[in-house]
């Protein structure tokens, strides 16, 4: 992992891009291509004109509209507690961002996990890993906090509010509470304001993956702690439908056609019609309980098999496994490269792992291992798929690759960037600059 390669990533000229740019935002209404932030009363139609860039609960992510724009790495560093900010094409970290808890509070310090761009890229949460309910905003154009926030309201209190999911039609996000081993809760916030607006009470403890369907009419959640399970919840009354009770549940996700959600449980996947709530299928597999990825046309997608050092590759149209490739120790994620979504990088995110696993989406095998930090536990690539982050969870420093080569075999290590103990989270945002020439 200490090998240093020279990285050159392909220069655009500035003013082409800053003109692509500004002819997309002449058109406010073309799905998502306009900049700002979400704001109270706007349309369906204004909402879902703006740029979504956060690929991990998020099903849609929109690459085309950032293609060529500068931008910067953010880790999350939870327990320094900090954001690194990181400069891809020299190699290193430039910032850091300081991450306080609000006025008044005692908490133990950090806790800020995952990275999570608000729709329109202006504004990004750092989200809950912690026994505490904080939240962060940081403002993109000046890559600083702007809002310290505390989720706990009505009475209920809040407790690590991990993973985010955005609605597709409306300026709204849900976000559960991980530790919580009695409770189950959903807070949705408001994108506009970015405060908690309110909370939903589940018959599961410990939300974990909550994410609504593409109309916004449901929002399923897997729950971590016992019982075990998923909850499904009606948007509209913020009442909840059902909870389906499943032997080791843990990881969700949602295919990219928004037909079917995902369960990673003990030995299999159990998929729910999002649009009747019911269980379709329960597919066997070894292992069990990685998060998942699937291809943008939802024909496979990706589950880690954490328990047997693999991942599984699931037909969607037949609903069944087709093929377990061996990985690596804790298999968990895929994540797949924009710019070519043949090939992602997939994490094996053991503590006494030090190994991100290259995956051909198409013939369905693993080309090489490449040697990060110790681990690796999120990846983030930039729109052009030239570079990537990989978080390494055991370490103080993340590892930059350099993925442009054509030939997947030839990605490798440019070297180890400056983070904090415990870099988790990690997004590709646009930079200051390039954000306020389009806003």
């Not at 060529?68 to 190699?91: K, R």
């Not at 949602?254 to 019609?273: C, E, H, Q, R, S």
């Not at 982050?389 to 960037?417: H, N, R």
Request: net charge neutral; proline share 5%; aromatic share 8%.
């Amino acid at each position: 992992m200490k090998t240093k390669l020279a990285f050159a990533v392909s220069a655009i000229i500035g003013g082409l891009i800053i003109g692509c740019v500004a002819s997309a935002q002449s058109k406010p209404h073309i799905k998502g291509t306009k900049f700002g932030a979400p704001t109270e009363g706007m349309s369906t139609e204004e909402y879902q004109s703006l740029v979504f860039l956060d690929p991990q609960n998020t099903i849609r992510s929109d690459w085309h509209a950032v293609k060529g724009m500068s931008g910067y790495f953010l880790i999350d560093n939870q327990g320094e507690p900090t954001v690194s900010v990181v400069d891809y094409n020299q190699g290193k970290t430039i910032k850091k961002i300081q991450m306080k808890d609000p006025e008044g509070t005692s908490f133990q310090p950090g806790g800020n996990h995952h990275i999570f761009v608000i729709p329109g890229a202006r504004y990004a949460w750092s989200s809950q890993r912690y026994e505490k309910d904080v939240f962060w905003t940081i403002d993109l154009t000046t890559q600083e906090v702007v809002d310290t926030f505390r989720l706990s309201m009505n009475g209920k209190t809040v407790i690590a509010p991990l993973h985010i999911g955005f609605a597709y039609t409306q300026p709204l996000a849900v976000t559960g509470n991980i530790l919580d081993k009695k409770k189950g809760y959903l807070t949705l916030l408001s994108t506009a304001t970015r405060r908690p607006v309110d909370i939903i009470e589940l018959s599961c403890p410990g939300a974990r993956d909550a994410m609504f369907t593409l109309d916004d009419s449901k929002i399923f959640t897997t729950c971590q702690q016992e019982p075990k399970g998923v909850s499904i919840v009606d948007v509209k009354t913020r009442k909840e439908i059902k909870m389906v009770p499943i032997k080791g549940g843990r990881a969700g996700g949602m295919t990219p056609d928004g037909k079917y959600f995902m369960v990673g449980a003990t030995g299999a996947v159990v998929l729910f019609d999002t649009a009747t709530g019911d269980q379709v299928k329960s597919i066997e597999v070894p292992g069990g309980g990685g998060n998942f990825t699937c291809l943008p046309d939802s024909s496979k997608c990706y589950a880690g098999l954490r328990k047997a050092n693999a991942v599984a590759v699931l037909d969607m149209a037949k609903l069944e496994l087709m093929k377990v490739i061996e990985t690596g120790l804790n298999a968990n994620r895929l994540y797949l490269n924009p710019a070519n979504t043949r090939y992602g990088l997939f994490t094996n995110e053991s503590g006494k792992s030090e190994t991100v696993s290259i995956i051909d989406t198409q013939l369905d095998v693993k080309i090489k291992d490449i040697i990060t930090g110790l681990g690796p536990h999120n990846v983030a690539f930039n729109p052009e798929g030239t570079a990537a982050v990989v978080s390494t969870k055991k370490e103080d420093v993340a590892t930059l690759l350099d993925t442009s080569a054509a030939d997947p075999s030839k990605w490798d290590v440019i070297d180890e960037v400056d983070a904090g103990i415990q870099n988790n989270g990690v997004r590709w945002v646009p930079s200051p600059d390039a954000l306020k020439k389009v806003l």
